[in-house]
């Protein structure tokens, strides 16, 4: 039903910043709350953030919060995550998800996810 597609993954050096983007769509496609997530080597997949399809509302795991901005562009069907003084433990593939059942912080939870895309940090 939706399709999501991320980008602007990459290598950058720790204190550094870098934005992501979800493109979402889909032939049923509506207007779906969105979320990212990220999972590390060994760990596992972890919220970050999620926003309502208005952009009304965010909410941010603890460990990113005051660092990464989500925002949404409704006229792209795009949500972005902009993610600032980058540590290395941010090294993650992150990826985009749509349509929460319940609980947000949860990834079973989510409806429909994108492929990800690789963030590493170096230092």
């Known amino acids: 039903q939706v399709q999501l597609v991320e980008s602007g993954g990459g290598l950058v050096q720790a204190g550094g910043s870098l934005r992501l983007s979800c493109a979402a769509s889909?032939?049923?496609?509506?207007?779906?709350?969105m979320g990212w997530f990220r999972q590390a080597p060994g760990l596992e997949r972890a919220f970050v953030a999620a926003?309502?399809?208005?952009?009304?509302?965010?909410f941010y795991a603890d460990s990113v919060k005051g660092r990464f901005t989500i925002s949404i562009d409704n006229a792209k069907n795009t949500v972005y995550l902009q993610m600032a003084s980058l540590k290395r433990e941010d090294t993650a593939v992150y990826y985009c998800?749509?349509?929460?059942?319940?609980?947000?912080?949860?990834?079973?939870?989510?409806?429909?996810w994108g492929q990800g895309t690789q963030v590493t940090i170096s230092s």
């Open positions: 998800a749509a349509d929460p059942e319940g609980d947000y912080t949860r990834p079973v939870d989510w409806a429909f």
């Open positions: 889909g032939r049923t496609f509506s207007n779906y709350p």
């Open positions: 926003i309502t399809w208005s952009g009304g509302n965010t």
